[in-house]
Nanobody, 120 residues
Framework: VQLQASGGGLVQAGGSLRLSCAAS????????MGWYQQAPGKQRELVATITSGGSTNYADSVKGRFTISRDNARNTVFLQMNSLKPEDTAVYYCKAAVQRLRFGPSLDYWGQGTLVTVSS
């Protein structure tokens, strides 16, 4: 199973970016998917998660500005980031809980990360 993240870049404060993360490989089902951020010198932190049924959860710092969504047919999760702030600058990683076999366990897989830089 591989996760390929894309969409990062340099944007001015107040701007928007849309991140995408597509899962590929052989598996039975993808359960929860999510985005995490890791700023320089800090630990990786949760940004947003979404269940296979579409229920979402957000960090307080991004509520009202970021929206997570997914396309189950394309095994892809998105993060729409609006009203970006310099403190949103970080490497963003996607994660997927993947069930490779019908009766097997759900294991976490991570994407390679995509850098988001917000200038003031």
């Amino acid at each position: 199973v591989q996760l390929q993240a894309s969409g990062g870049g340099l944007v001015q404060a107040g701007g928007s970016l849309r991140l995408s993360c597509a899962a590929s490989g052989s598996f039975f089902r993808i359960n929860d998917m999510g985005w995490y951020q890791q700023a320089p010198g800090k630990q990786r932190e949760l940004v947003a998660t979404i269940t296979s049924g579409g229920s979402t959860n957000y960090a307080d710092s991004v509520k009202g500005r970021f929206t997570i969504s997914r396309d189950n047919a394309r095994n892809t999760v998105f993060l729409q980031m609006n009203s970006l702030k310099p403190e949103d600058t970080a490497v963003y990683y996607c994660k997927a809980a993947v069930q490779r076999l019908r009766f097997g366990p759900s294991l976490d897989y991570w994407g390679q990360g995509t850098l988001v830089t917000v200038s003031s």
